[in-house]
């Protein structure tokens, strides 16, 4: 085969992340090498997402954009706003392109074996090369087993580990299950195996992902469950791997926050004190009506303040969902009220989006657009002033560890007025901190202390 050239553009969760690495690491096996600018690529790889309206949107426009710029490469449109592209009727006149393959998230993996695996003989000879062939088979939307995804390295400094695919929960607002259709865990062996490789290559932080880590193992009992899993990870790799490496977790749902899940959070030797909830409410009757009435906001609290316990400084993310059918103003309050409450460090703020094939798509009591935005904005700025605070009390600490991002460098205004050059990286709490290189090579986990406070994050000076 000649030499082929590919770019990837990736949209959505760390899942899909993932899954553009897979990619990337089987095209480059058959022989492809990934080029930066998409005028230069012979194949590109829209990988979609479609938890809201605009992301949908984003990958239209995606395509119509790669288009133009590479009109004679292969463009192939997959991942979860694939099927929905297929259905989709632009306005009259309305400029749009398509896809020359249209993957849907199910038949993803088979473009493991390369991007024209799926283009039938005589379409890929066509006169026409940019006719939109259909949407592939869904053969795989009843497949049980997991996908055959896998990395041995990740474009970025901290990998994600995919764990778990698929949902069976259904909450009302979103097309996910749809898309990724039911629960599917990976065997644990596989994740250990991977893990190990991304820590021998020099990772010193992976994220474990899933599309929910609340279902992990349901579908096959021989996984065991989440908290097994974290376990099972921790006792293999932490006699080698503590104090030079950390997991973090992508996101819990609150109802997995019961005490076995705290025991376990707070026994494992290489996890970050940081944890991101899948909250999207404090009003009882929104979350019954987002189909999510399996925990409470008592539960949360209750789980939070045990963990305070074990984890003095702790950072804590939400997901959190405004404007949705029904939503009072008491609804509202009582989320801005528990936003006060709980101790966060950061939220993604959504406001409802309609998704057609869900069942609150046809709820009564839709909440006007501008509404929606004006009740996102004041969470967004309950949830800043509670960001503010925690980056503000991170200065009183002695001492934190940084993942670096990379080698290159960002520009961050000091208190002084003076911009500087600086590295970036994470640190445990989930917080920016910025640092002038380390003389010599540095550790992958680079102890550092904090000195300022931007913007952007924290000013830090590495430690001896």
Known sequence: MPAWKFFILTFGCKVNQYESQSLREAWQRLGGSECAIPAEADVLCVNSCAVTAKGERDARNAVFRLRRQAPDATLILTGCAARLFADYRPRP???????????????KSRLLAGPWAMAEPDCAQADAPHT??????????????????RIASFKRARPVLKIQDGCGHRCTYCIVPLTRG??????????????????????AEIMLSGINLRQYGRDDPACGDFWDLLRSLDKALAPEFAGRARFRISSLEPSQLDARGIETLTAC??????????????????????????????MLEKAVASLAAHWPVMGLGADILTGFPGESDADLRLLLELIERLPLSYAHVFPYSRRPGTAACNFAGQVPHPLKLERAARVREAIERRRRAFWAAQLTLPRM??????????????????????????????VPCFFRPPNGSASALLPVRPTALTGKGLLTEPLP
């Not at 939109?132 to 995804?149: E, I």
């Not at 994740?191 to 021998?200: D, G, P, Q, Y």
């Open 93 to 107: 006149g309305a400029k749009w392109a398509a896809p020359d393959l249209l993957i849907p998230q199910e038949e």
């Open 132 to 149: 939109p062939l259909p949407a592939a088979q869904t053969a795989g939307a009843t497949n049980t087993a997991f996908p055959p995804f």
């Open 182 to 203: 039911k629960p599917r865990s990976r065997p644990a062996g596989e994740i250990l195996a991977e893990a190990r490789r991304l820590l021998e290559a020099g990772h």
């Open 269 to 298: 030797r290489m996890l970050c004190p940081h944890l991101h909830i899948s909250l999207q409410h404090a009003s009882p009757a929104v979350l019954r009506r987002m189909g999510r009435g399996h925990y409470s906001i008592l």
């Open 401 to 430: 560890l940084v993942v670096p991002d990379s080698i290159r460098r960002a520009a961050v205004e000091a208190g002084s007025g003076q911009t500087h050059a600086l590295c970036k990286g994470i640190n445990e709490y989930y």
